[in-house]
């Protein structure tokens, strides 16, 4: 059962994605996704990319992370409360944009939150270059 108020349900209110140096076309594509689930977009500013992501999404007061890297990081896509169908929604109107996808891209979860977004990225670069 979903919970109402007067902006949505309480579930569309927890739903976010985080958005890291994303270009003004694939932007306005991540917008009209978002709209379509009824999330909000947060941009994860230069001075945030080497605190944790428990940090910057509200969890801790404590910017240190367990896990950091150097990464130079080009774009990055993080979803947080999304359920595989919202996910399914917004890649759907995504795609149907036409616009190029965002390549690194990530549902928050108990252990990547405990990294930044630096190390996130490098992690997802990592994985792409072996196949997982």
Not at 1 to 9: L, S, Y
Not at 47 to 52: I, T
Not at 113 to 126: D, F, Q, R, S
Request: aromatic share 8%; charged share 25%.
């Amino acid at each position: 059962m979903e919970r109402h108020n007067d902006k949505g349900t309480i579930e569309d209110l927890c739903r976010k994605i985080y958005t890291y140096n994303i270009m003004l076309n694939k932007m306005i594509a991540v917008q009209k996704g978002a709209n379509t689930v009824g999330a909000t977009l947060v941009n994860i500013s230069k001075e945030d990319l080497h605190k944790s992501i428990e940090y910057i999404t509200g969890r801790s007061n404590s910017s240190k992370a367990g896990k950091d890297c150097e990464a130079n990081i080009t774009e990055l896509l993080l979803f947080e409360g999304f359920d595989s169908q919202k996910l399914d929604v917004f890649l759907e109107t995504y795609n149907l944009t036409g616009i190029q996808p965002v390549v690194y891209k990530a549902v928050l979860t108990p252990i990547n939150v405990k990294w930044t977004p630096a190390y996130l990225y490098e992690h997802i670069k990592n994985e792409a270059a072996i196949g997982l």
